[in-house]
């Protein structure tokens, strides 16, 4: 069953604009992690920010933010400010930890287009 | 601190052939697991190791595919015989139990092409 969603394939956005890419999750575990990644056409995978589930407040981690909205299982990653260099795929994962199990779980991607 | 290495970078095999990928976690994590990326199925697990044993392999295709972590510091990625379908980018992540973020730190990949 698909455990992480991210309904958006594509987005554009302005440069120095703000943009929300949407995660939602779907998990039974009481404990769990949330996490964004970034994918530049290079393609390496670079850590973003973490959300943990008992986290009272949102990350933050420069220009990345999560708003994480337990109660609708809605983890979305804003980036303010938005540079060129933000163009690439994010994705959002998962893990859960009440099962114990170490494995990220992650979404489809969103790639991100970043317009001068 | 260098990340994680993995390698080769790029590999073009032909249909049948014996293919090995090889990975150095980052000094000191314990864990290191093994992800497949193609555009079908998109990014997914293959396979885990904790303390250099394997802790979940559910992820493996089929029985032409084989991981082993013989110490703290390597582990290689087996196919044989490889198929076409099995052209992906094949990534090795590490990371240590009690990091406060619980990030997973991944290695540049290695693109498989089977011919």
């Known amino acids: 069953a698909q455990k992480i969603t991210q309904t958006q394939p594509g987005m554009f956005v302005q440069e120095k604009e703000a943009v929300t890419l949407d995660c939602t999750y779907d998990?039974?575990?009481?404990?769990?992690?949330l996490f964004w990644y970034k994918q530049p056409s290079s393609g390496e995978m670079i850590f973003l920010i973490y959300?943990?589930?008992?986290?009272?407040q949102n990350a933050t981690e420069g220009r990345y933010s999560l708003n994480f909205q337990k109660a609708r299982k809605s983890a979305n990653l804003v980036i303010s400010a938005s540079q060129l260099g933000d163009s690439a795929m994010y994705f959002c994962?998962?893990?859960?930890?009440?099962?114990?199990?170490?494995?990220?779980?992650f979404g489809s991607g969103t790639r991100l287009q970043v317009q001068p | 601190d260098a990340g994680v290495i993995q390698s080769p970078r790029h590999e073009v095999t032909e249909m049948g052939q014996e293919v090995t990928l090889r990975c150095k976690p980052i000094?000191?994590?314990?864990?290191l697991f093994w992800y497949r990326q193609t555009m079908m199925r998109g990014l997914e697990l293959l396979i885990y190791?904790?303390?250099?044993?394997?802790?979940?392999d559910s992820g493996m295709p089929e029985d032409r595919f084989s991981a082993k972590m013989p110490n703290a510091s390597f582990s290689t990625l087996k196919i044989q015989p490889s198929e076409p379908r099995d052209s992906a980018v094949y990534f090795c992540?590490?990371?240590?139990?009690?990091?406060?973020?619980?990030?997973?730190?991944f290695g540049p990949g290695t693109r498989l092409t089977v011919l």
């Open positions: 959300q943990g589930s008992y986290d009272e």
């Open positions: 000094s000191g994590h314990d864990y």
């Open positions: 190791f904790n303390n250099n044993v394997p802790i979940d």
């Open positions: 992540a590490s990371t240590l139990r009690g990091l406060q973020r619980d990030e997973q730190f």
């Open positions: 994962a998962m893990r859960e930890v009440d099962t114990g199990r170490r494995a990220l779980t």
């Open positions: 998990t039974s575990d009481q404990s769990y992690g």
